[in-house]
Every structure is written in C-alpha cells, then in structure tokens.
C-alpha cells in the first residue's frame, strides 16, 4: 500500500514537472480583473458602494438561475444571514451534517441556535435524507405544526444540507423529509457554484442559500459570498440587514433594528464579475482533470476517485480520494503526498468532536467517523485539467 501511496503522488507530481509545488487549489485570473479592479481604483469606487458590486449580484441571479443574490463580505455572514432571513430563532435546533467546515456550525450559534448534528451517506458526502427521516421518528414530534425535539424540548427549525467538495446532496429526498417534519431547508452551497441537481443549480432549492468566494473556492472575490433566494421579499431583506439595517434617505441615518456591516466591496465584487465572465470553462477543466486523475490511478487497489453522484452534474470543486475503510494510516498517505509536494488535506475534523460543539445534540454519526479516515484532498485547481500549463 505505502508504495502505491508513494507511486501515485510521483505520477501526480509528474503531471506538472515544471512546478515544483502543486498547491490544492489555486486561483488563476485570466479575464478582465485588471481592467475592472483599474476602474475602481481610477474612478475611487473600492468601497462599499458601486456598480460592480450590482452587477455581481446580476451575474450571480442569471448563472445559478435564482431570482435574486445579495453580495455579503463572505461566505459565513453569507450563512448567518441567511438563517437570520429565513427566521431561526434563538434556542431553535439547526439539523446540519457533522461533517462540513466549521462555518456551517459557527453560523447557527451566530443566530444563537444550536447544531443538531446528523450523518451523511457515502453515495454523496452530504445529509443522508433517509437516515433523517428514520432517525426523526425515534427523536422528534409534530406538535403545533412545529417539530419538537423530544429529548430536549426544543423546536427543530431547519435543515441546512451543504454540497460537499461541489457534489449535491439528494435534494428531493432531503424536500420530501422537510415537508413531513416542517423544517426550513437552507442550502450551505459555499462549495457549489456551478453544480447542478437534476439540472437545476444548487441554491435553488434552499428557501435561502449561501456562496462563498473564499480564496480557495471555485471563483473568489478575495474574500467574499453571497446570499441566494427565490423570494424578493427574503432578498430585499438580507439586503437591509448586511447593510446595517439603515432606511434610505438622502442624509439622515435611521436605523430601524440591529443590522450588520456585511455588505461586499466594490473592489471584490469587480474581482467576482470577471471571473464569472469564464466560470464555465473553469468548471469544464475541473471536470476534465477527473478524467485526468482517474487514468493516474487506474489499477490502484485499495483507493478510488469520488465520482458525481448519479443525479447530479457537479462542480468537482475538490478532487477527492477515497481509501477503503481500514486499508491505511490516512496521516500516512498525507504525508506521503505533502511530502512530495503534491498538496493533500484530510477532510474536516467532524464537528461534533470540536469542542466548541461537544454538547450539542447529535444523531448516530457511523458513516461520518468512518469517512473522516478515508478522504484526501489531491490538487485541484482549474489549470491542471488543461493538457499544457494554461
Ligand atoms: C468555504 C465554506 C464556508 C464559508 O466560507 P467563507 O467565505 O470562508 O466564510 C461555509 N461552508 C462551507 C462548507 C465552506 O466550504
């Protein structure tokens, strides 16, 4: 196995002979983003007004086919956000997976909820919807209309399924579960620009999704995200609370509730719009390095590539490898792969066993403890599926 380990990073490394470093995922600005960044410096628009950040929003709300998106300064205040629009109270539980970045679990505490943690299935990374719904009639009721947890007295309020490395959970199942037990469904899609399930974007499914431009996401804005829904009325609010929840009016400053200072810069919002002027050819070399990957360890015993689940057309945000349960020191293969410069990371800590989120809630979590053994993370940046450097 170590040899095999070993073998499969040279051949990575060997894909980029002239790099002597293949970092994870790197971003590579090829379009317009001089131009547009020049203009906002020449013009002194870099703040937090100006046309880029409107047109970001417009450019968002035509590509992933949701009515309206609101530019926030990134993807966490874009998730607290958009649990606050969609009405998460304080003391209500928040049904996420254990197994996602931190942010997802910071943003319900931020509304002063609490993550109620649950499992996901291997067919997706994300929520296992089927074992929701089962576990839902061991530890909730319907009273009132709402979904009470049993165990703690609490409303189960929301369920926010977060498309792991760009691949989207089952979202009709995961509907179904909600409709039944009267949850809210919030999309963390902060990894899915570009990933479609059934042929409909990710964020359309949420009442409220969240995008995130991080450095390492698919585009980036430097820092950046943004808030996706449907509803004009959820959208002009999120709106009203990222911008300090302040009425318009030519120069007093009225302020009727307690908003944030969220909104996007101008100058981030022009690094955005450039890139979404090319997303899609980003995610078609994203889609040809699978391909790529899956020539390099074809005949590799012991690990496969994750592949799109059957429903989806995904993003391929991170290429991910998945070792057979019990097979290698995942520490082991991550030093292998660092070592040789290939830049490899395991999958996030579960949540449940950050201490921050120790006394939270939580379901049986088998496939989660499981998994956070099997994955790496192996180079990914767009330019790598391109056959020369490009
Ligand atoms: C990146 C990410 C976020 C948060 O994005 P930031 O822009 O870094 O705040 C939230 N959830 C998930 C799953 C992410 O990957």
Request: hydrophobic share 40%; net charge neutral; glycine share 6%.
């Amino acid at each position: 196995m170590n040899d095999m380990i070993l073998e499969l990073a040279k051949k990575i490394k060997s894909m980029y002979p002239q790099k002597d470093f293949i970092p994870l995922h790197e971003p590579k600005f090829k379009g317009n983003e001089q131009k547009y960044i020049a203009d906002c410096i020449e013009t002194g628009w870099v703040s937090s007004v100006g046309k880029y950040v409107d047109q970001f929003e417009r450019m968002l709300a035509e590509f992933t086919g949701v009515k309206r998106a609101v530019a926030v300064v990134n993807g966490t205040a874009a998730l607290h956000i958009a649990l606050k629009i969609v009405g998460i109270q304080p003391n209500d539980e928040v049904l996420i997976p254990s197994l996602t970045f931190v942010a997802t679990g910071n943003a319900v505490v931020y509304c002063g909820a609490v993550p109620h943690f649950i499992d996901v299935s291997t067919e997706t990374l994300g929520i296992d919807p089927f074992k929701l719904d089962d576990y839902l009639r061991d530890v909730a009721v319907i009273n009132g209309n709402v979904c009470i947890n049993k165990q703690t007295g609490r409303i189960i309020r929301a369920v926010v399924p977060m498309h792991t490395f760009g691949h989207p959970v089952d979202i009709d199942v995961l509907f179904d579960v909600c409709e039944r037990w009267n949850l809210i469904m919030v999309e963390d899609a902060a990894e899915s620009l570009g990933s479609y399930y059934k042929g409909i974007h990710t964020g359309n499914f949420g009442k409220a999704s969240a995008l995130s431009f991080n450095g390492n996401k698919i585009i980036t804005t430097g820092g950046g995200g943004a808030v996706l829904t449907n509803d004009e009325k959820l959208a002009d609010y999120a709106k009203h609370l990222t911008t300090t929840a302040k009425r318009p009016h030519r120069w007093k400053y009225e302020h009727d509730q307690i908003g944030y200072n969220y909104r996007m810069p101008n100058i981030n919002a022009a690094l955005g719009c450039a890139q979404l002027e090319y997303i899609d050819d980003l995610i078609e070399k994203k889609r040809r390095l699978v391909q790529r990957y899956e020539q390099l360890i074809a005949g590799c015993q012991g690990v496969r590539l994750f592949k799109e689940p059957r429903f989806a057309r995904s993003n391929y945000w991170l290429q991910t490898l998945i070792f057979d349960e019990n097979i290698c020191d995942i520490n082991q293969v991550l030093e292998t792969f660092n070592n040789q410069k290939v830049m490899s990371r395991p999958i996030w800590t579960p949540l449940h066993l950050l201490r921050p989120f120790q006394n939270s809630p939580k379901a049986d979590l088998q496939v989660t403890e499981k998994l956070q053994y099997q994955i790496v993370n192996i180079p990914s940046s767009p330019y790598l599926g391109d056959d020369i450097d490009g």
